[in-house]
């Protein structure tokens, strides 16, 4: 049974930060991949940041580059989102997912285009960044 649950949101002024967590179980994170995506209201879904669940590597999208960092410390099966000088335009529902299909995380890195078909969500965390 695959799980995950983020948790860490909440409200913030702009120039603050926030660190998500993603917890997870009911999958190999050795293997597989985690992503971090997001919604506003009236806006489509948007990748955000992935970590290779192979060998750790990452990829975090053009808008958030610089300011947010994913993570996986000592292999455990929490994956975090840290949201650093958060701005008005960062307001979203954000969701962590994962998906079988090998590899995925590290196209997202080469291409720079991240799947977003995924296997398994999370339900999401708000994230209000307003003064």
């Known amino acids: 049974q695959v799980q995950l649950v983020e948790s860490g949101g909440g409200l913030v002024q702009p120039g603050e930060s926030l660190k998500l967590s993603c917890a997870t179980s009911g999958f190999t994170l050795d293997y597989y991949g985690v992503g971090w995506f997001r919604q506003a209201p009236g806006k489509e879904r948007e990748a955000v940041s992935c970590?290779?669940?192979?060998?750790?590597?990452?990829y975090v999208s053009s808008s958030v580059k610089g300011r947010f960092t994913v993570s996986r410390p000592n292999n455990g099966r929490t994956v975090y989102l840290q949201m650093d000088n958060l701005t008005p335009a960062d307001t979203a529902v954000y969701f962590c997912?994962?998906?079988?299909?090998?590899?995925?995380?590290?196209?997202?890195?080469?291409?720079?285009?991240?799947?977003?078909?995924?296997?398994?969500w999370g339900k999401g965390t708000q994230v209000t960044v307003s003064s």
């Open positions: 997912a994962t998906d079988g299909l090998i590899g995925w995380c590290s196209t997202a890195q080469r291409t720079g285009v991240m799947k977003d078909n995924m296997d398994h």
């Open positions: 970590i290779s669940g192979t060998d750790g590597s990452t």
